[in-house]
């Protein structure tokens, strides 16, 4: 099982559907290499700032636990690899619980078991699926 203990800042999760795609992938992971970041097939997992952000090669970032500066700053880094960034950005906002009784999502909070990167990987695909599809 992977496990990686990220300190949170809040317990907020924002899905934003940025772009199209990227315009490259070597770009795109040229960018996140600056920051600790691990690909996960077509995700990378990027450490910043009061969480950590997933970004899914079809032009949509979940952010976990980033505050608001941090966030606008790292869109805006994203748009710069960006293929036709939407002209408004499709947004989802949710809250989570970490240790919870067992993986649910209950009146727009995500109950998670435990610190575990897996499950946040398996939500953030599903809201980032949802915010693209929107």
Request: hydrophobic share 45%.
């Amino acid at each position: 099982m992977t496990t990686n203990v990220t300190l949170f800042s809040n317990n907020s999760v924002r899905a934003i559907a940025l772009c199209n795609s990227f315009k490259s992938l070597p770009e795109l992971n040229d960018l996140l290499s600056k920051s600790r970041s691990v690909r996960y097939r077509d995700a990378v997992r990027a450490e910043i700032q009061g969480g950590e952000a997933w970004v899914f090669d079809y032009g949509v970032v979940v952010f976990w636990g980033v505050g608001d500066n941090e966030r606008q700053a790292f869109v805006r880094q994203l748009e710069t690899v960006a293929d036709e960034v939407l002209v408004q950005h499709q947004v989802d906002d949710f809250e989570f619980v970490l240790d919870g009784d067992n993986h649910r999502i209950h009146e727009d909070t995500l109950y998670l078991q435990g610190h575990d990167v897996l499950p946040r990987l398996a939500a953030s695909h599903a809201l980032a699926q949802s915010v693209k599809l929107a």
